[in-house]
């Protein structure tokens, strides 16, 4: 059974317009990420979170805020959708402790189409 | 600039063979190292890692070697099969407070052929 769920699977939407890509797990993970995928760069880092109510900017967060709300969802938000923003976007959950402290879980990824 | 490098894009390998995929960091503070398989329209799983105190580590079919020096880690996979036919991203990190914050490569796309 998954652990980490996003939704949607795939979303169109139009430039300038609001965003919001969910991602729940059931791992009891402290940690939670956003990635997104692109041809030829594989996948970099957007914002994470270690803690409920607290997120953190990753290598790529311009355009993009987080919300944690809960253990347990992490949200991506897009205030104002562009062009460039077409992508995959994976979320991940991790331990943050322990011997297996990095290892991610991935969701399933959202597909996103601005047009 | 990429901090983690992945400098193929693709590689095609006879089945029975030896796959050898290769990743380049800059980082020398980094102190963990993984390889992640994903299948299209799947998400990216993890394959093996390796800390940073040892060189080498096998799991089956699988060997990663880290060469701290050059900056330099790569992935064998012998008796490479089709269903290895995948996308395979390397990724580097350093622990910072619990959580490694992987960084990724672009990905090297492998296709066995029988």
């Known amino acids: 059974e998954a652990a980490v769920t996003q939704s949607p699977r795939s979303k169109v939407a139009v430039t300038g317009g609001k965003v919001t890509l969910s991602c729940h797990q059931t791992n009891n993970h402290d940690y939670m990420y956003w990635y997104r995928q692109d041809t030829g760069h594989g996948l970099r880092l957007i914002h994470y979170s270690y803690v409920a109510d607290s997120t953190e900017k990753g290598d790529i967060p311009d355009g993009y805020k987080a919300s944690r709300p809960s253990q347990e969802n992490f949200s991506l938000i897009l205030e104002l959708a562009s062009l460039s923003q077409t992508a995959v976007y994976f979320c991940?959950?991790?331990?943050?402790?322990?011997?297996?402290?990095?290892?991610?879980?991935f969701g399933s990824g959202t597909r996103l189409t601005v047009l | 600039g990429q901090q983690v490098k992945q400098s193929s894009p693709s590689l095609t390998v006879q089945e029975g063979g030896i796959s050898i995929l290769n990743c380049d960091y800059e980082?020398?503070?980094?102190?963990?190292f993984a390889w992640y398989k994903k299948y299209p329209d799947n998400s990216p799983t993890l394959l093996i890692s390796v800390r940073s105190n040892v060189d080498k580590r096998e799991d089956g079919r699988l060997t990663v070697f880290l060469n701290k020096s050059g900056k330099h880690f790569s992935l064998h996979i012998t008796a490479s099969q089709p269903e290895d036919t995948a996308v395979y991203l390397c990724a580097a990190g350093m622990n910072q407070g619990g959580s490694a914050k992987l960084i990724f490569g672009e990905g090297t796309k492998l296709t066995v052929s029988s």
């Open positions: 991940a959950s991790s331990e943050g402790t322990g011997l297996s402290a990095e290892t991610l879980y």
């Open positions: 980082n020398d503070m980094f102190d963990y």
